[in-house]
């Protein structure tokens, strides 16, 4: 028995290897006539390409999901994984810009990311990708894609652990079952590493707003469009609020929680 379960691992492991070598020579062609008919076409389909990742400690099919603006399930079946789990070190295909419809656009005064989400029901994350961008920072002239206006999945946003974190208020905070955080997050126990990602499921909001300040030090002040609201934020970090008073930020929150500011 246990000499027929180890054939039937080789074999699938030399199919796995035969799939993702044919893959890799077809991405090569793909990822080349994509990158001519940006250049060329002011209005065209983006060709499917797939991205090399190396995973990394805290990863998670639902995180590597919701940076490359794809889902689980396109992850699994790129690679042929038949379970969620993954582990440090391993190799993923993480597809992208696959069938998006993309247009060029010259950006306007005024234009930021935010706004040109907003505008095309996309993501700040996504439109940074698309264009390889380091930062949020446009300018005025600058060429961009632009996704075609597409219904967008509300799967969730990342959550950086900080000091005094525990899985519990995290949960609690966002108004997600601790359970369903965990399984989530593929977490096996509630211990929790400061500077960890955890991907909070569910929809968030997203708004550009003012910083006002810390109202104490659970909760902060912001100002949009004349008016104010305010969010919880984890203890001991209301101060770098205060700090950073009267900046302009991309509010992403929750459960009237903040997730992140940048």
């Known amino acids: ?34 990158a001519m008919s940006a250049l060329l076409l002011t209005n065209g389909a983006a060709r499917a390409c ?3 990742y190396t995973v990394m ?6 995180s590597l999901a919701k940076k490359y603006d794809v889902t689980v399930d396109q992850i699994k079946e790129k690679n042929l994984l038949t379970s969620d789990k993954i582990y440090t070190g391993q190799t993923l295909l993480v597809p ?39 930062s949020d920072q446009i300018k005025l002239g600058q060429t961009l894609l632009i996704p075609v206006e597409q219904n967008k999945s509300n799967m969730g946003e990342l959550y950086t652990v900080v000091p005094g974190d525990t ?15 965990a399984k989530s997050n593929n977490l096996k126990m509630d211990m929790l590493l400061i500077g960890q990602n955890l991907f909070i499921p569910g929809k968030a909001e997203v708004t550009e707003a003012e910083i006002i300040g810390a109202s104490d030090k659970f909760t902060v002040e912001f100002k949009e469009s004349g008016k104010t ?4 934020v984890p203890y001991g970090t209301s101060s770098y609020y205060q700090d950073n008073s009267g900046r302009i930020v991309t509010v992403i929150h929750k459960n ?3 997730i992140s500011a940048n």
């Open 229 to 232: 609201f305010t969010l919880k």
């Open 50 to 52: 797939s991205a090399e």
């Open 167 to 181: 899985l519990w208020g995290v949960a609690h905070r966002f108004g997600v079952k601790q359970e369903f955080l």
């Open 96 to 134: 992208h810009l696959e069938k998006h419809d993309v247009n060029q656009y010259s950006v306007q005064r005024g234009d930021t990311l935010y706004s040109l989400a907003k505008r095309y029901n996309t993501s700040i994350a996504y439109l940074k990708q698309l264009n390889k961008l380091n």
């Open 1 to 34: 028995m246990d000499t027929i379960q180890k054939s039937r691992r080789e074999r699938i492991s030399i199919e796995k290897k035969k799939a993702l070598k044919q893959r890799n020579k077809k991405l090569t062609v793909a990822t080349t006539i994509g």
């Open 256 to 258: 009237g929680a903040v």
């Open 57 to 62: 400690k805290h990863d998670t099919l639902y």
